[in-house]
């Protein structure tokens, strides 16, 4: 327990935690609002009760139980629904889970951005000589992190935790420091002072919050990674160390702020005395690329998932671990990753600007968790609708308040996050569709297994040694590789497996309920195998545990066929015109098959289809 906590420190709360960088700053500066007595302490409510209200009570206590075998994040959630069947709800809200999901990708870019030009940022509080530089350093370690990328984090990740205990026990340490000196910051303590704030502000205070909300903006880290280190790890370190050194650092920076408004331009690198702000600046850099990696592996993560549950094309997919499956590196998503985040650096180049632009992604994903949340209660179980609005419907509230505070940096930035998210789901909506047009043009010629046999019984083909793998997805139907491998070599081989590849809406298959074998005739084999969205698809590795005839089946004989489907448009109305070109192009950029599957390159046959749709 206490080694997994310790893990979790490294990779969950990377994001939560080094909001305390920027959130005060953003919420009076980024909001020309003064800085006044009942501003700093209602500023330091607000971060609190959000805190608890939001993680706490949300995340940890009510969303974290919807799991799917353990496994968390708004595509598990959604992956829940998919199995209910309620027609038309169940319809839109897995739309609105996969919009969620589109929206990751534009937090994964800016999270990194933000988090590293911020620190980098506290290089220039400590001399002024880099300040011409700071873009260019920021720059230069944004680089350099999605370089190292393909290494993987196995060997980083083990130093990733002790860093983020120093990291986060700091945090504690200057705040209490700052509460010592003005004890009456906790004042804060008191919902009622958060109330206050909005009576300070009016309409400005409603604004600011929009920025307050970055205090919470890792709750969605702590539900994705939950299948890595479990509930119980995840709360023991919440509870023990980041929720009492957030709140003690933010009410440190209150209490900084009643004494000395003016420190309002760096709140948090002013709690501490001037010597120690080189060591905070580079502490803060090394925290904060600790808190960009979990939001990269997260990218990666759910791209993985996505191609698995089919809402993306099959992409070139590195395992960088052979004891966590999790552990995997995307290419094409990193260097996508990495342009993006330098371009927004350049492009923004203060963590001011690039805030105006961080936060609407965020809070819509945390909106559709919470719908999603409610539905699962209700289908899945079996609450009553009042119930799962009376717990639900306030957190939705909550939420709103904070989306409805994100609409003003629409035009100032945050139009970038929507656009990726919308670009995204376009994209994956696409493909599925696609996807399921292709398919049934497929089935539309497909021949019966049993009418195959048939027509075996009836014209004997030569038998040739070895092994055969024919993969197609259904089950029952004749692979269109192995027709047209006996149509033109008038040959089968001595053993022919009809290997159908299925990937289920479950994280994980057990071994036991991961392969069904059938005998459809002699020498030919009916083998379905399942994976998890989370699996590693590996066929080889599934097939040598198999027996056929009550012998081990040998796997370095084996010949795998794959149909490999040319895409061609038409007028005919299954898609927009606009739609189909983009499946088409999706579909030539797709990796083959016999990579995804793990297959042995030298024995794998590829047989073309033209596919109209």
Not at 83 to 105: E, M, N, V
Not at 425 to 449: C, H, N
């Amino acid at each position: 327990m206490f080694l997994l906590a310790l893990g979790s420190l490294g990779i969950v709360y990377g994001d939560i935690g080094t909001s305390p960088l920027y959130a005060f700053r953003e919420a009076f500066e980024g909001h020309h609002l003064e800085v006044t007595p009942d501003g700093a302490i209602g500023a330091s409510s607000l971060a609190f009760w959000a805190l608890i209200v939001v993680i706490t009570i949300k995340y940890l206590t009510l969303v974290m139980k919807a799991d799917n075998k353990g496994e968390g994040g708004i595509l598990a959630l959604t992956s829940l629904l998919e199995r209910s069947t309620l027609g038309r709800t169940t319809a839109l809200l897995t739309g609105l889970g996969i919009f969620g999901t589109a929206l990751l990708y534009g937090d994964g870019m800016i999270t990194p951005a933000i988090s590293v030009l911020s620190a980098v940022e506290g290089l220039g509080v400590a001399t002024s000589a880099l300040e011409p530089w700071l873009i260019e350093i920021a720059v230069v370690i944004l680089a350099a992190l999605f370089l190292i990328q393909k290494r993987g984090t196995a060997g980083i990740g083990r130093v990733f935790g002790p860093i983020m205990v120093v990291w986060f026990v700091t945090l504690a340490i200057l705040g209490v420091d700052q509460i010592i000196r003005t004890p009456e910051i906790l004042a804060a303590l008191n919902p009622l002072k958060a109330v206050g704030f909005f009576t300070e502000y009016r309409w400005s205070g409603f604004w600011a919050l929009g920025s307050i909300f970055l205090v919470v903006t890792g709750g969605e880290a702590l539900y994705a990674d939950m299948g890595h280190f479990g509930r119980g790890p995840i709360r023991l370190s919440w509870f023990s160390l980041v929720l009492p050194a957030l709140t003690l650092n933010y009410f440190g920076q209150g209490a900084l702020l009643l004494r000395d408004p003016s420190a309002i331009h760096s709140p948090f690198f002013l709690l501490g005395p001037s010597w120690a702000t080189w060591p905070l600046a580079i502490l803060a850099t090394v925290a904060t690329v600790i808190a960009s990696q979990a939001l990269i592996s997260g990218a990666f993560s759910i791209t993985t998932q996505a191609m698995r549950l089919d809402y993306l094309p099959r992409l070139k997919v590195v395992h960088t671990s052979a004891s966590h499956i999790g552990q995997v590196y995307v290419p094409i998503v990193n260097w996508i990753l990495m342009v993006a985040c330098i371009g927004l650096v350049i492009g923004f180049r203060t963590s001011s600007r690039l805030a105006a632009a961080y936060g609407i992604a965020v809070t819509l994903t945390m909106v559709i968790t919470t719908l999603l949340y409610m539905g699962v209660a209700v289908q899945r179980w079996g609450w009553s609708r009042a119930k799962a609005a009376a717990i639900g419907l306030p957190l939705l509230v909550i939420d709103l308040a904070f989306l409805g505070a994100q609409v003003v940096k629409i035009p100032n930035g945050g139009w970038f996050a929507l656009a990726v998210g919308i670009g995204q789901f376009v994209l994956m909506t696409t493909w599925r569709k696609g996807r399921t047009v292709v398919a049934a043009e497929i089935r539309r010629g497909e021949t019966p297994v049993a009418d195959f046999v048939k027509e075996l019984d009836r014209s004997p083909v030569a038998r040739v040694p070895g092994t055969a793998a024919f993969l197609f997805k259904d089950a029952g139907a004749t692979p269109p590789a192995l027709l047209v491998n006996l149509a033109h070599n008038k040959v089968l081989h001595e053993r022919v497996l009809l290997l159908s590849i299925d990937t289920t809406d479950a994280p994980y298959i057990t071994p036991e309920e991961q392969v069904s074998i059938t005998q459809v005739a002699p020498g030919i084999w009916q083998v379905e195998v399942c994976f998890g969205f989370i699996d590693d698809p590996d066929v080889p590795a599934v097939l040598s545990a198999i027996e056929l005839d009550g012998r081990p089946l040998d796997i370095s004989g084996i010949t795998y066929f794959l149909g490999r489907e040319t895409v061609v448009a038409t007028p005919a109305e299954t898609m927009s015109a606009w739609r189909e070109q983009v499946f088409i192009m999706q579909n030539r950029t797709s990796a083959s098959a016999a990579r995804f599957f793990n297959l042995p390159a030298s024995r794998v046959f590829e047989v073309g289809t033209t596919i109209e749709i």
